[in-house]
C-alpha cells in the first residue's frame, strides 16, 4: 500500500508538476483531479470526444469551461440534462449570485430569489423570464416543422441566442456555430421541458423524436 503524501506549492510549480504530484499524493480530490487530467491527455487523440455533464455546471462558473470546450472544438459531442439549455438561456438574460449551501430558503423567497445549492437565482426566471424567451422560439420552430429531435431543437436555439450582443457567453450558441451535437435524454425534465409541454397544450402535433437522438449518438 502506498503512503499518503502531502502536495507541496510553491510560485515556480507549473501545473504540469502539481498535476503529477496530485496523482502521487493519493486520497480524494487530489487523486480525482490527476486521473480527469490523464483521460483528458488520453481523449486528445480520439476521434470521438464525448463530454457529458450535468446541468448544474452550467449553473455555476464551469459554464465556462464547457463554452470554451466547444468554441474551440475541443470536443465533438456533448450529452448534458436538460437544464444545461435552461441556465444558458436565463444566464445571457440574467445574472447568478454566488451564496451559501445554509442560507435560509424562506427568506430568500421573501426577497424573490430561490437557492440552487449555494448559487442564488432570482425566483422569476423558471417561469415568466423562460416563457418570454423560449414561447416565440417555439412558435418559430414549429412553423418549420412539427417533429424535432433534440440536436436540432438544441442547435436552433442556439442559432436564436445567435442575436444576442453577448451570444458569444453561450455554450448553445457556440454548439450551433460548430455545429458541434448537443443530445439531452430527458427533454421534459426541468424549465425547458415546462416550456415544451405548454406550447403542445395548443400544438398536439409538435413532437420530440428521441429515437433518432440514440440512432445519431450511436452512429457517431
Request: glycine share 6%; proline share 3%.
Amino acid at each position: 500500500m502506498k503512503v499518503v503524501k502531502d502536495i507541496s506549492l510553491n510560485s515556480d510549480k507549473k501545473v504540469s508538476e502539481l498535476i503529477r504530484e496530485f496523482a502521487e499524493a493519493g486520497g480524494f480530490t487530489a487523486k480525482m483531479v490527476a486521473q480527469g487530467a490523464e483521460i483528458w491527455q488520453d481523449i486528445q487523440n480520439c476521434d470521438l470526444r464525448i463530454l457529458a455533464t450535468h446541468s448544474c455546471l452550467s449553473a455555476a462558473g464551469t459554464r465556462g469551461l464547457i463554452r470554451d470546450l466547444l468554441k474551440e472544438k475541443k470536443i465533438n459531442m456533448w450529452i448534458t440534462s436538460v437544464g444545461s439549455v435552461a441556465h444558458d438561456i436565463i444566464r445571457l438574460h440574467t445574472d447568478y449570485l454566488e451564496g451559501s449551501f445554509d442560507m435560509d430558503d424562506i427568506e430568500l423567497h421573501k426577497k424573490g430569489m430561490m437557492r440552487l445549492g449555494n448559487i442564488i437565482i432570482p425566483k422569476d426566471v423558471y417561469g415568466p423570464l423562460m416563457e418570454d424567451k423560449v414561447q416565440p422560439m417555439l412558435e418559430k420552430f414549429y412553423k418549420q416543422k412539427k417533429e424535432w429531435n433534440t440536436r436540432d431543437l438544441i442547435w436552433a436555439i442556439g442559432e436564436e441566442l445567435s442575436k444576442l450582443k453577448n451570444c458569444e457567453e453561450s455554450t448553445l450558441y457556440w454548439a450551433w456555430k460548430n455545429k458541434i451535437p448537443v443530445y439531452t435524454p430527458a427533454p421534459m425534465d426541468g424549465a425547458l421541458g415546462n416550456q415544451l409541454w405548454m406550447f403542445w397544450q395548443t400544438h398536439k402535433d409538435f413532437k420530440i423524436d428521441l429515437f433518432t437522438d440514440e440512432q445519431d449518438i450511436f452512429e457517431e
